[in-house]
């Protein structure tokens, strides 16, 4: 005999299910964004190299993300969902993301770039450090395309409770990334001074990218 409870227990299966789903998807959005080459990662890596302030830029970097991935989950996603632009958005970010996805795969082909990882200069102080830091996050307009629009794009359509999971998955990435980069620059700088990673990376980028954008697309 069904009691109350085995009735509610499929649907709560599926509710677990799909905030998970949505944590996932902000996770790998958020990550694919992240890695591409760039200012503010050759810095964060430098730094690691340097031991110096690792802790402190590292943080910088994530709680910035942390605080821009918020508000466009949850401020720019709600204006366009009242604005009736949600559409527009969902349709943009995806073919973004597959245009994104194209370019990827065009440098895993094509690509000769790696991450400079020379650690040479004087130590900074903690104010130079953070003056530095904020100057490569906040005044990045590539910053402000990923987490604010793209990320933000990807969470509308989502419920409350979805977003909230996506919202989570996305941050979560971004401070895995920072403080792995800053405390394991040693062991990956190597690997990423050289040009045949990056293509590798890259294409794992470009198929990712792929992935959430069909993601984006039926969600």
């Not at 409870?5 to 799909?18: I, M, N, T």
């Not at 905030?19 to 790998?28: M, Q, S």
């Not at 942390?66 to 958005?89: E, M, P, R, Y």
């Not at 405390?183 to 293509?199: K, N």
Request: proline letters at 2%.
């Amino acid at each position: 005999m069904a009691t109350p409870d085995s009735d509610k227990r499929p649907w709560r299966e599926g509710r677990a299910e799909l905030t998970l789903t949505n944590g996932i998807t902000g996770f790998a959005l958020s990550l694919s964004l992240i890695l591409a080459i760039g200012a503010q990662n050759a810095f964060v890596l430098r730094q690691g190299l340097r031991k110096e302030h690792v802790f402190l830029v590292c943080s910088v970097c994530a709680v910035s993300d942390a605080v821009l991935i918020l508000f466009g989950v949850f401020v720019v996603g709600d204006t366009v969902i009242q604005t009736g632009l949600d559409g527009i958005l969902k349709v943009s970010a995806v073919l973004f993301l597959v245009g994104y996805a194209g370019l990827r795969f065009r440098s895993s082909l094509v690509g000769n770039q790696g991450l400079s990882t020379e650690s040479d200069g004087d130590p900074r102080s903690i104010g130079k450090t953070t003056a530095l830091t904020l100057g490569f996050t906040w005044l990045n307009p590539h910053v402000y395309l990923d987490t604010v629009l793209l990320i933000g794009g990807g969470a509308v359509g989502l419920g409350g409770l979805g977003r909230v999971y996506f919202a989570v998955g996305a941050i979560a990435a971004s401070f895995a990334f920072f403080f792995a980069l800053g405390y394991g620059a040693r062991s990956v700088s190597s690997l990423v001074a050289q040009p045949s990673a990056w293509r590798i990376i890259d294409f794992g980028i470009g198929t990712t990218m792929l992935l959430v954008a069909a993601g984006v697309w039926v969600g």
